[in-house]
């Protein structure tokens, strides 16, 4: 008799804890989405106080129907989760270009990133933009490895966190580009990702895997597709001398490449050979870009 008195006083016990864990765990999510609610708020009257005081400011761009304002507050997901990248970011209901934090599923720190959210639909996680010289893109390796610039004008992204988003799904490639005579010009690849195969990236240098071309400006990466990167500093490339040093840049250069899009900012037509801002298949190998822009979103079916 004691005992299944105890059982019944041990059971309504159990059942008290779990209907105040039902109960906290109901608060607790209430709490993530007023707290989200309040952070968007917080970055939309940020937002309008630039655009009223003239602080945002449109970019070049390849694709002439995006030309908005970069916002430059760091936004979250409208959800309170942890987006993996600018494709979560985005259906979770954010629809504005601008600096999100992201968490990869190999890098649970995270980090910050431009999302491109017009393009094509939207989703873009941008990693390189070049659109006025005013960054130096001549640097080695522990620059490229880690990343340098500001997210909001020329940057590269960082080979590690590169890996990192390209690792946890199928990515695809975009790359914008646009001349110093308003013309503009597209490439897409269907598979790209950075150390794919690799037990250590890093040593292995970071090597590119990139396949199914298409688009407006011509391939001009297929031809690295397998290559390391190749710094000043660290020679990768099947060539006698180092590309890098060569030609004024930092790629997953070949012998020695067929772009270019961290060389030299030249604006336009140049002496030199081939160490500008190049993508050969649609401005030669003596035209340095006006802007490029490389970004990257998962393949929709690995969503």
Not at 150 to 157: A, N, P, S, V, Y
Not at 239 to 255: D, I, L, M, P, V
């Amino acid at each position: 008799m004691g005992l299944r008195k105890g059982h019944g006083t041990l059971g309504q016990g159990l059942s008290a804890l779990q209907s105040e864990q039902g109960r906290l765990i109901q608060l607790l999510s209430e709490s993530q989405g007023h707290m989200a609610h309040l952070v968007n708020s917080v970055s939309d009257i940020l937002d309008a106080l630039q655009r009223d005081r003239g602080l945002g400011r449109p970019r070049n761009k390849a694709d002439l129907q995006r030309a908005p304002a970069r916002g430059t507050r760091p936004r979250g997901c409208a959800t309170g989760s942890r987006p993996r990248d600018c494709l979560d970011v985005l259906l979770s209901g954010q629809q504005d270009d601008g600096i999100y934090s992201v968490f990869p599923t190999h890098y649970p720190a995270g980090f910050q990133v431009y999302c491109d959210m017009r393009t094509d639909g939207g989703g873009w996680t941008v990693f390189q933009r070049r659109e006025d010289g005013s960054v130096n893109f001549f640097r080695g390796w522990d620059a490229y490895r880690d990343g340098f610039g500001r997210l909001t004008g020329e940057h590269w992204l960082g080979l590690k966190r590169i890996h990192a988003l390209t690792t946890q799904a199928a990515y695809e490639l975009h790359v914008d580009l646009e001349d110093f005579e308003n013309g503009t010009a597209y490439a897409r690849y269907g598979s790209f990702g950075v150390g794919l195969f690799s037990v250590d990236p890093e040593e292995d240098g970071y090597p590119l895997t990139v396949a199914d071309y298409s688009g407006t400006a011509g391939d001009s990466l297929l031809k690295h597709s397998g290559m390391r990167f190749t710094t000043k500093d660290r020679d990768s490339d099947h060539s006698e001398n180092n590309c890098a040093t060569f030609y004024r840049g930092a790629w997953w250069y070949r012998n020695c490449h067929t772009s270019n899009l961290n060389g030299q900012y030249l604006r336009g037509a140049h002496a030199s050979y081939a160490d500008g801002v190049e993508w050969s298949s649609w401005t030669g190998w003596q035209y340095s870009l006006k802007f490029s822009e490389m970004k990257i979103r998962p393949v929709r079916e690995d969503r």
